[in-house]
């Protein structure tokens, strides 16, 4: 498969293919290893939903070829259900109403976000 998609006469060498070869076989291997990655990230107990947030978002960052689907679901995926009352909310609306991109966990989670403080500031007093 990978080499049919070659153009005609584009391969001079066993040298040319074999490098070639490399090439596609190392990057697929980086982008499973990122995407393996990004799905490590996991929200702690009694870390808040906020904090969650600002390390998956520095996380994913640091992975150049993160798609907003592949971050969308390790996101929603790394949510802990025995975390805060605003995490659990967000999980389950994230899995019910199925999201695509970061954008749709963003606006979601800020929605969120207002219930955890009003939780937090509650627990404080």
Do not use: C
Not at 44 to 69: G, N, S
Not at 94 to 103: A, D, H, K, N, P
Request: cysteine-free.
């Amino acid at each position: 498969m990978w080499y049919s998609l070659f153009p005609e006469h584009s391969i001079d060498s066993f040298e040319m293919l074999a490098d070639s070869f490399i090439k596609a076989y190392a990057r697929s291997r980086k982008v499973q290893a990122q995407k393996a990655y990004i799905f490590r990230i996991a929200q702690v107990v009694f870390e808040l939903l906020r904090e969650f947030v600002t390390r998956f978002q520095k996380e994913r960052m640091l992975l150049p070829a993160i798609t907003d689907e592949w971050a969308a679901e390790a996101f929603t995926k790394g949510l802990n259900l025995r975390s805060f009352d605003a995490s659990q909310k967000l999980k389950e609306s994230l899995l019910e109403f199925q999201v695509i991109t970061w954008e749709d966990v963003h606006n979601r989670y800020e929605s969120k976000i207002r219930i955890e403080d009003d939780q937090y500031d509650d627990d404080e007093n």
